[in-house]
């Protein structure tokens, strides 16, 4: 038996070499069994004919295979499937879930139903001509050629084992010093290593805080509007949730309920409506704290896109008592995908989250703490957050501008740049509608309702992302909008 | 002000090139402080003789820090730390821990006793002459250049999205089309892509699926002696544990109990003996669930490490009522680092799975899902695979001949090769002072009493793997061993 040249097939939309994807056309016949040892491969002048490639692109892949003992070569030009090759499986595929003898419905319990999880960040966000989408990195104004570098130097065999282990027990210790001794004194934090745990990305850093400090006889009180995803951590807790009304000014200390065990906030950037707590109201809260043994969890999630006027130092850094847990990212700053963030907070506490971590997922991968660790030290990282806030402050501007231009109206805070803006409808206009037909015009902003207690009570209002839009198209997106709510019918 | 050239050190533990040492030094003196806007900085010729590097280093990086805006150029060689370079913290730090106004104690709650997690599985490993350790990869046996190669690729323009996207809601689509379409094949598994949830490592899967399907109402069954990471997570359930005995075959169907809900089981290669669950017992086991209505689910955490006998089919492929849930990883093939596993199960359970894990840490790092789908969809997976249990048997059957001819006694499976050995010492001897005495010989083995139920019953047992030593030290270990133990007192 021959392989008949016809099974191959060049998938235009495939990745990487042409020589790779020879590669990749034969090991997989032969790992689905459409390819079996002893059978004689076309011949590279055939293959090559057939693929419309080169002739010594095909040799080059049939000698890697050999190599590697997919293939063996016979004579000058004869090659065959390797005796050595692997098996294809020997079992018949039986479809997995067969039978509907599970009731899954009383085996998953009565758990909650889970929240329609693309809300507000469809997937094909990158369709849209106009994304005001929040969150995703701009591939404009990342650093992808020194990205790579870091990656190529943790990949190296210096760092091999920090890539390989089960390091469960500890982090990688540079990326912890670069974060002791660079990233917290930024924010007036002065932390030990046993003080810090690297985390996958924020949500897990608050998934473990809300784990090891809750639970159903315990009280959270949360921002009103606040993030959506820290909802769905505390119920998971079964604890008592409080919501907490926010105004200009971010939260308000005396408003926080007697009887919190713990508080979450995002002093520096409310999200989603962008305010930051001023210096006053951070004193105040601590005090509040202190006197109602409360403890705060300080979600740091953005501060590091901070432009337009100097950050405030983290409640973190006013804590005399070690009541304050600090919750940071480099998801906004370097990428969400990265998935590493970390927690700050007394050494006890940080030793049951790390054991904590331990049962849930091990640890963070070590290659891409070591990669960050490298970008991070290499001074990459601050080069890069420099022209990102530049841009994003050029970007604010612009949006600013034709928001007022268009007569939109702003919901939230002006004077603290993050990536977005937080904004409302007229009277009578559902942002979800509004949202909904500005699909028509290529158009991505998000609806608020989801960042409420009481999503009707946020029915009028809407996030704008500038993280992942051009300067050139945000007054086209902004008048588009606008032109939604002059035409719309609202009824 | 200028800054002084004896403010730059040269780390020699550093790595890197030296270009990007000095940049780091520069970058770094910056951040923190230690050099501020406008101090002149040495000049190239002045800080190359004090660091002993050509003065073309020094140039490049200064040139590189230039162009990041960290320094500027004045006139012909004159540097200086830019106007528009990062400032460095602006509030003086404050210890992070400050006073113990929080009674920690009481605010985790009688949280169980973190586990010394370290147990077993030294962190300085690579310090031993005889590392019989466990679960760690093997540099000598990795396929460093085409993992680099593949990495590489996944950092391509043409993969940033998946790198960089916040892709919680969804998978990398062909990491997963491999997982169904090849590795599962091979287990004799068929699974549709939403049967399918990548997840951070094997033990990230259980931790998931014991969330979803325990609680303190239900009861699970485990091996005894049996994997101890999985005990932590079920004690997190709060719900009832029941070992089973595990015999020379592995569990036997007949001793799970009644009223047992979930059933957790490795049938490929028992934790840790090493004993493969026979195609009877297998069968008979399915059956036993289906009358008691037991889900099963089974921890394949070895699978594809599997030589000296082909392997049986996957429970999972034998069950046609849909009640097995199957756990793959890529820990002990590729490494652990990487933590990389997959969970498959009815598409209703994984559902589930999927928004639980987005709650807890969103999701597995894109970068490294679309690195390990090119190294898997390429080839170069199997051929790894290859090299990897060829090299392990061999080291198995060396294994195998030199405890033979020290008198080591094997407490477990010799038939089917994984990574490890299950070894007993002689009446009297504790395997835990065993362990301990070995390391003054440069050896590293496991005590066995953590893998069991009552610790107590476990003390004769140890596990010798032999995943990360060569061959040639392995007979001159196992004399080690032999001779510490006709030497020992063990009283």
Redesign the interface.
């Known amino acids: 038996m021959s392989v008949s040249v016809e099974s191959f097939l060049m998938d235009p939309h495939h990745?990487?070499t042409l020589q790779?994807r020879i590669?990749?056309m034969?090991?997989?016949g032969?790992?689905?069994g459409r390819m079996r040892r002893g059978e004689r491969m076309p011949s590279s002048r055939k293959l090559a004919a057939h693929l419309g490639v080169s002739r010594i692109t095909v040799t080059l892949a049939y000698a890697d295979?050999v190599a590697?003992?997919?293939l063996r070569a016979e004579g000058r030009s004869g090659y065959f499937v390797s005796e050595?090759a692997?098996e294809?499986?020997?079992?018949?595929?039986?479809?997995?879930?067969?039978?509907?003898?599970?009731d899954?419905?009383r085996?998953?319990?009565h758990?909650p139903e889970?929240?329609p999880?693309?809300l507000g960040?469809p997937?094909n966000w990158?369709d849209f001509r106009y994304p005001f989408v929040y969150?995703?990195?701009d591939?404009t104004l990342?650093d992808?050629a020194n990205?790579?570098g870091c990656?190529?130097?943790a990949?190296?065999?210096?760092?091999?084992?920090?890539?390989?282990?089960?390091?469960?027990?500890?982090d990688d210790p540079a990326l912890v010093e670069y974060i002791a001794?660079?990233t917290?004194?930024?924010?007036?934090?002065?932390?030990?290593p046993d003080?810090i745990l690297v985390t996958?990305?924020a949500?897990?850093a608050l998934?473990l805080t809300a784990q090891?400090?809750l639970?159903q006889r315990r009280t959270a009180a949360i921002e009103d509007p606040g993030y959506p995803?820290l909802r769905?951590?505390l119920r998971?807790t079964r604890c008592r949730v409080v919501p907490v009304p926010v105004g200009a000014q971010g939260l308000e200390p005396a408003r926080v309920p007697a009887g919190t065990d713990i508080l979450f906030c995002t002093p520096s950037h409310h999200c989603p409506t962008g305010a930051t707590l001023p210096l006053e109201a951070r004193h105040a809260l601590l005090h509040e704290a202190?006197a109602r043994?409360t403890?705060i969890v300080e979600d740091d999630y953005e501060f590091e896109i901070t432009h337009g006027r100097?950050?405030l130092?983290a409640l973190?850094?006013?804590?005399?008592?070690?009541?304050v847990i600090?919750v940071g990212s480099f998801?906004k700053s370097l990428?969400?995908?990265?998935?590493l963030g970390f927690l700050?907070?007394?050494?006890?506490?940080i030793?049951?989250a790390?054991?904590l971590r331990?049962?849930?997922?091990?640890?963070?991968?070590?290659?891409?703490q070591r990669a960050a660790s490298?970008f991070l030290?290499?001074?990459?990282y601050?080069?890069m957050?420099?022209r990102l806030t530049r841009s994003f402050s050029q970007r604010r501007a612009v949006l600013l501008e034709a928001a007022q231009a268009e007569g939109l109206t702003i919901g939230g805070a002006v004077d603290v740049g993050g990536s977005s803006l937080w904004m409302r409808t007229p009277q009578g206009v559902s942002a979800e509608t509004l949202a909904r037909d500005l699909h028509e015009d290529s158009v991505l902003i998000e609806p608020g309702a989801r960042f409420f207690d009481r999503p009707e009570e946020g029915d009028r209002y809407y996030r704008i992302a500038y993280s992942s839009i051009t300067e050139e198209r945000i007054p086209e997106g902004i008048a588009r909008i606008a032109r939604r709510l002059r035409s719309g019918n609202w009824t």
Chains 1, 2 share one sequence.
């Open positions: 990745d990487g790779s590669r990749q034969v090991a997989q032969i790992l689905s295979l590697d003992d997919y050595g692997p294809p499986g020997d079992h018949p595929p039986a479809r997995a879930s067969g039978g509907d003898a599970v899954w419905g085996m998953l319990g758990r889970s929240v999880m693309s960040k997937r990158r969150g995703q990195a591939p990342f992808h990205w790579r990656m190529l130097q990949l190296g065999q210096k760092d091999f084992a920090l890539m390989t282990d089960d390091n469960f027990d500890h001794r660079h917290l004194p930024r924010r007036g934090i002065l932390a030990a003080e996958l990305g949500q897990n998934w090891l400090l639970n995803g769905e951590i998971q202190a043994n403890l100097a950050p130092p973190k850094s006013l804590d005399r008592e070690g009541r600090h998801s990428f969400p995908g990265l998935r700050v907070g007394p050494a006890p506490f030793r049951e790390r054991a331990a049962t849930v997922l091990r640890h963070p991968p070590g290659l891409l490298h030290s290499l001074g990459y601050d080069a957050l420099r």
